[in-house]
């Protein structure tokens, strides 16, 4: 595809279940990173990988959290026993590499909504 | 801990005026400070960057001006147009990688 692509574009779930958010990068691209936007706010890096490794996960909020890139294009990012407080945009970025000041382009989000 | 202070929340300009948001950071060791443009709906997107070795830099319509002493920068978009009216966020980095970190966001819309 022409850009970063996540799926779903929504997900209603409900507390206490466990959900998975996929990001397919930009062909190429070997840095993939993930944030969270909650409403009104910017968004928050949770994690970043380079290639399959994750190369900086200090932005995940606790160990409900988990994301995997195997064989270092697509991602996934899995909750598990969801929360309210989860309920946001998650964003998926991706440069051609994860040189610093390397453009990052972000796909259109998952709408998380936890009820 | 917010690192990026972005001001003001939201602003309102007439078509064809100039709008202005500013940005405020505390970490030194950040190098590397991009605007993004965010429609609803949509993931945001690259507006413009600037490193902090210039004090200026313009792209078409859209200026950041640097200043490294104050650790302040800001986005100017001269002629404004109702096509503009979007959300802003700066940002900056300067870590491993390229990790974001971004302010809260300006609402712009303007006004035809």
């Known amino acids: 595809g022409a850009g970063v692509s996540q799926t779903p574009s929504n997900k209603v779930t409900e507390k206490g279940k466990y959900v998975e958010l996929r990001c397919d990068p930009i062909s190429g691209h070997t840095a993939l990173y993930w944030y969270r936007q909650s409403l009104g706010q910017g968004p928050e890096f949770l994690i970043y990988f380079q290639g399959t490794g994750a190369a900086d996960d200090s932005g995940l909020p606790n160990d409900r959290f988990f994301a995997v890139r195997p064989e270092g294009s697509v991602s996934t990012l899995k909750i598990q026993r969801t929360e309210r407080g989860d309920s946001a945009v998650y964003l998926c970025?991706?440069?051609?590499?994860?040189?610093?000041?390397?453009?990052?382009?972000f796909g259109q989000g998952t709408r998380l909504t936890v009820v | 801990q917010q690192q990026v202070k972005q001001s003001p929340q939201s602003l309102i300009v007439q078509k064809g005026g100039i709008s202005i948001i500013n940005c405020a950071y505390e970490n030194t060791a950040f190098d590397y400070f991009p605007w993004y443009q965010q429609f609803p709906g949509k993931g945001p997107a690259l507006l413009i960057a600037?490193?902090?070795?210039?004090s200026e830099k313009k792209e078409g319509r859209f200026t950041i001006s640097f200043n490294k002493s104050a650790k302040q920068f800001s986005l100017h978009i001269m002629d404004s147009q109702p096509g503009d009216s979007a959300t802003y966020f700066c940002a900056a980095s300067g870590e491993y990688g390229n990790k974001l970190v971004f302010g809260a966001g300006t609402i712009l819309r303007v006004k035809s």
């Open positions: 600037i490193r902090p070795d210039v």
């Open positions: 970025a991706s440069s051609v590499q994860g040189a610093r000041r390397t453009e990052a382009f």
